[in-house]
């Protein structure tokens, strides 16, 4: 039951925006939903049984002749990813709060479709809804992005969106194949995809499909070229939206569908998966150093960031992955954190380009200690959330192949280069800007908590390990 | 049966009330004429299948089909009613000629015998072939009634070859028959694959597939639009059924004679229709490149069907007749406003008349099949049962189609939300409002909810 509120409360809020006829208060309506959904969560939280691997679990009758249930349930990791996801829209609404885009019912309307459909991602246990939550995710961002992006918005979001079903449908061909195989009566419940015994070719098949599907979610080099831009175009919340919480929908997909499904081809294949993952790695790592522009370099720390996260899920091997975990919720609230500091250099200055910015930590105190926070956060200093997480992914890949790890470690002393060298020339460096107005109240809310969550993961992992390890060793544990 | 007699009595009455000067009563009688013709469907039949010489059977295959293309008859009809009113005409003429090529379809969904096909495809055929002309002073028309006659003939040539040498093969006409014929080896096998090859190209041709597909474009393009949503629905549901039943209860036994070039025409005619589309300017076109792109998908289930894949044709064409007919009713709405038909009519739309632009969005995403609605799920059952069926590389082909036609059914979503508008607003009546609404829930609860269709009475299959 609680599953269904908080997929479909959304969904609600969501409706209600679409309706709306008085625009003005379209902004308080989507950050009350929020923060509903939010208490809902919360009380999930609470309500967690870490005795049993799946909790809240409801399962429903739907499309019967075919075997397609309405069923869901959340484990630790789902739990986690509904936790953050619950948590950062209604940070990105309150940091949204001077956007006043044009339409708002519309525009807050599709954030709150969007939650709604990311809830079902994550929460759902049958693959046929997996899929299709999968694929609804994908329309409200794409018309966020087109309708309330910047320049040259038509051409990137439609690439975007077709890179992104092209490889989304891969992953329904290989579920309808899986499906095929499972003894009748069929059924697409993940349960009865797990129990399926695959040969090494069929397995291999599934996992290039699947792999595709992902890779270009996350994005893994070479499947990344639709990331940069589109994030660079999209509106501040739709970026947040995209890097935040839709990218790890990919490494979601790779924990729920290729770790426990294709073990023997993850070990001799994955391989290649991580090469690919710690090439985009050190690729994206060069080439945000040399970035001029803030969000372009947002974009490629992050595409940095998950590179790392998808190279540790491949391994499939407990500590890499539980660090994985870590490192998404870490990654996302930090992400979210740079995108609405990039945002307020644009509202205040009017430019993202670093050149034109600087010395503003005199001037502005407190953005300084946020910025200082979020980039600490970013480049993985101890106590900050991005440790933990980037020190058992590297750990993890260590033990998998030293040589590997050794070059993915070098992407922290990049990451510190492009992060230091950002936050120097924009805060210190002389002042060239006239006048910076420091955070206002409810951009200073907003701040207060992102900085408040990276410390706290930072100081204490242990809350998310605790939650992800009894799910993470029941996916691992479905072949073993 | 029922369902025939109501309809050619209906037609004739429209006739008569065109000659007579009660035009005011066509629409009202035509709205009873189809209703009558629905509920005739599933009444006792007047005339049992002895009367007929066992040529027509009203089964669990004709009941589903027939009521799906009355029912979208009768919608046409709604939208023809304020088109034609728009365009001011004698319509009576039209309207009974539309009737006629329905009795056509419907009997292509109930023969049991060869003849009969024939008789039926024939009927539907030479009407349309009037149709495509209506609109008697644009010379685009014409030359698409002219060009759709001479292919027509010539493909119903072919066709009829090949039942003369599928009876030269098995000596008879009627589908039961032949098929335990077939199954029994008992007949002449160089005459039997020649039959079902020249057979096979004239149901191409008529459905529009790769390569039998050129005469689709023009004639799509040039004939009136209602025509062309008529064309685009109800015959096309007439084409698929009569090849599920000619295929399914005769040439089974002859599987590997035609399901490998079944497929590879398939393949054909996923990727040319859906690579075509992409090159078209004008919407007309790029939907029916699109429509050839949608048979390709229908094929796939007929080259992989079984007993159950009648029922997800039938799903899929629903949702496919539903979105088209939404994206054909807006693009009329539309062009009443503007003359050119590229994508630029459609810029803006979404200022312009902001429902209309959110029923077409439906529609084309509809169509290009991503979930939650109808068309995700039409082709979703298709593709489970090509895979079921061992047919991997031919759901792979597909997926790729479908990939590309998110390029240009995006385009039209493009143009309307984020191009900016001419000044033109669009008001809607209350009929096409209530229509719109209809076509946007039943896309939205078919797809969330596709066991509507799929539980409703498929009694002995």
Redesign the interface.
Known sequence: MLTLVVIFLPLLFSAILFGLRKSQIAWRIALMGALAELVVTLIAFVGFDTQNVFNYTSDLNWISRLGVNFSFAMDGISLLMVGLTATLVPIIILADSKHNPVRPGSFYGLIMFMQSALMGVFTATDGLLFYIFWEAALLPIFFIVSMWGGENRVKITLKFFIYTIFGSLFMLVALVYLYSLTPAPQSFSFQSLYALDLSLSQQLFVGLSFFLAFAVKIPIFPFHTWQPNTYVVAPMAGSMLLSGIMLKMGVYGMLRLMVPLLPEAMSQYGIYGIVLAVIGLIYASIIAINQQEVKRLIAYSSLAHVGLIAAAVLTATAGSISGAVVQMIAHGVNVVGMFMIANIFLLRTQTTQISNLGGIAAIAPRFAIFFMVVMLGSVALPLTSGFPGEFMMLAGLFAYNPYIAAVAGVSVVLGAVYMFRLYQRSMYAELKVEKFEDLDTTESVAAIIIVALILVFGLYPGFITSLAEPAINALLAYKA | MNTIIILTILAIVVLLLGISSKKQWLVPAIFIGLLLALVGNFLPQLLPASKTVHMLSVDSISKPFTSLMLVLTFLIFLIADHYFVVKKKTVEDVYAIILFSLIGAVILTMFTNMVMFFIGLEIMSVSLYILAGSKKTSSRSNEAAMKYFLMGTFSTGVLLLGITLIYGATGSFDLAQIGTLISSGNVMPSYLKAGILLLTIGVLFKIGAVPFHFWVPDVYHGAPTLITTYMATVVKIAGVVAFYRLYSQSFMGAKDMWTTLMAVMAVATIFVGNLSALHQDRVKRMLAYSSIAHTGYLMLALVAFDHKSVSYLFYYMVAYSVATIGVFSTLMLVRENIKEGTYSMFEGLAKRNSFLSFGMAVSL?SLTG???LAG?MAK??V??QA??EGY?WL??AA??G??IS??YY?RII?AM??KTPSDVKITLTTRSRVLLSLFILLTIALGV???MI??LCWCGM
């Open positions: 995403i991503l979930p939650p995700f979703y059952l593709f489970v895979i079921n991997l759901t792979i997926i790729i479908t990939a998110v390029v995006f493009v939300y984020m909810y596709p066991d799929l539980n």
